[in-house]
């Protein structure tokens, strides 16, 4: 079975621009997460999703971050626009439900620079 | 606010041999659970280790295995026998029931030949 499938792996942008990423979770898991992990540091949360509904997005800087899941399925996070300080590794996860009883699948990350 | 702290960046250990990586962390929460998680250079984040709050035994999953302290708060892990394929960086989570995962900066761990 395939894992948490995430693209692109690598992105580089300059300041100002938008940027996307797209995570696919593992079939039939109903939570989904977007983690940003800063180099040298341990994931941060930014939004959790149960099915399609953001239940948690208190860390997410909604000035210029969005994320949406339709269908409850795969899921897009969007930085417009894109800040030096945005530099970092973007993670997906995804567990069968929010319980921490539940196995959480990371997905490879999406290495963002922005210069 | 609720951390996680690891007080060791970096750590290595000669293949075969045993270490012990530190975590401690703050909380008032009573019900939770505590995760070791290893991230492998270029590889994803993969589970090793979970434990209960609300046991007292210590959990243990092959060659990996926890001391944990709830009075203390703090939760280590000790890997046995070490070999090449556990440098990875290690990050110690922390989930309080109903909410969200919190990690620490993470340790890195190079097992020597």
Known sequence: EAGVVQSPR????EKKQPVAFWCNPISGHNTLYWYRQNLGQGPE??????????VDDSQLPKDRFSAERLKGVDSTLKIQPAELGDSAVYL???TT???PLDEQ????????TVT | AQTVTQSQPEMSVQEAETVT?????DTSESNYYLFWYKQPPSRQMILVIRQEAYKQQNATENRFSVNFQKAAKSFSLKISDSQLGDTAMYFCAFFPYGQNFVFGPGTRLSVLP
Request: glycine share 10%; aromatic share 16%; net charge neutral.
């Open chain 1, 97 to 99: 439900s929010g319980s």
């Open chain 2, 21 to 25: 990586l530190s975590c401690t962390y």
């Open chain 1, 45 to 54: 949360l930014l939004i959790r999703y149960e099915n399609e509904e953001a």
């Open chain 1, 92 to 94: 997906c996860a995804s």
């Open chain 1, 105 to 112: 699948y990371f997905g490879p990350g999406t290495r963002l």
């Open chain 1, 10 to 13: 690598y992105k580089i942008i």
